[in-house]
């Protein structure tokens, strides 16, 4: 089993609709990290949460939303999905004593 | 925000030879990261990094961190054709906001079998 589990591994939607990507985890970490990869640009942190109660703005997180449910659990929502958002998005993990470990990814297509 | 030079962009190489890329910044880092990401998956930790002059290797993976703590490099001997994908440098700030990794663009490889 996967200790990092994205669902879904794909989805196509509208432009307007609203999307919520879900991220768990069975490592026991405590970091949990939303990430989005556009081609030639590398991966780009949406948000970050460091424990139950801390949220954290990333680099791009106008037009996204988290919500940090437990400890094991971190799921990212666009409320209204446009073109652009259109992407492979990431969830990691880590602790103070591990690096970041990663999901297989969401591929996102908004039409 | 901050950034990481990556370099080379991309590489494409004949099987059996060697591979060398490295990351620069203008600020001092305390942990260096290395991933590899393979078409259709996440990114997968190599090698990591922790004190100025640490020379790691992981099979035929090499990575060492910069004396000046602004640099590393991670070369792969003896490429082979699953060596393909994405190599990412990633790092952590010595002073700031250290609390996430700053991550290079990515260097693309290709091996010709």
């Known amino acids: 089993d996967a200790d990092v589990t994205q669902t879904p591994r794909n989805r196509i939607t509208k432009t307007g609709k609203r999307i919520m990507l879900e991220c768990s985890q069975t490592?026991?970490?405590?970091?949990m990290y939303w990430y989005r990869q556009d081609p030639g640009l590398g991966l780009r942190l949406i948000y970050y949460s460091f424990d139950v109660k801390d949220i954290n703005k990333g680099e791009i997180s106008d037009g996204y939303s988290v919500s940090r449910q437990a400890q094991a659990k971190f799921s990212l929502s666009l409320e209204s999905a446009i073109p652009n958002q259109t992407a492979l998005y990431f969830c990691a993990t880590s602790d103070s004593h591990q690096p970041q470990h990663f999901g297989d990814g969401t591929r996102l297509s908004i039409l | 925000g901050q950034q990481l030079n990556q370099s080379p962009q991309s590489m494409f190489i004949q099987e059996g030879e060697d591979v060398s890329m490295n990351c620069t910044s203008s600020?001092?880092?305390?942990?260096w990261l290395w991933y590899k990401q393979d078409p259709g998956e996440g990114p997968v930790l190599l090698i990591a990094l922790y004190k100025a002059g640490e020379l790691t290797s992981n099979g035929r993976l090499t990575a060492q961190f910069g004396i000046t703590r602004k640099d590393s490099f991670l070369n792969i001997s003896a490429s082979i054709p699953s060596d393909v994908g994405i190599y990412f440098c990633?790092?952590?700030?010595?002073?700031?906001?250290?609390?996430?990794?700053?991550w290079g663009l990515g260097t693309s490889l290709a091996v010709n079998p």
């Open positions: 990633a790092g952590r700030l010595n002073a700031g906001n250290n609390r996430k990794l700053i």
């Open positions: 490592k026991g970490h405590d970091r």
């Open positions: 600020s001092i880092f305390n942990t």
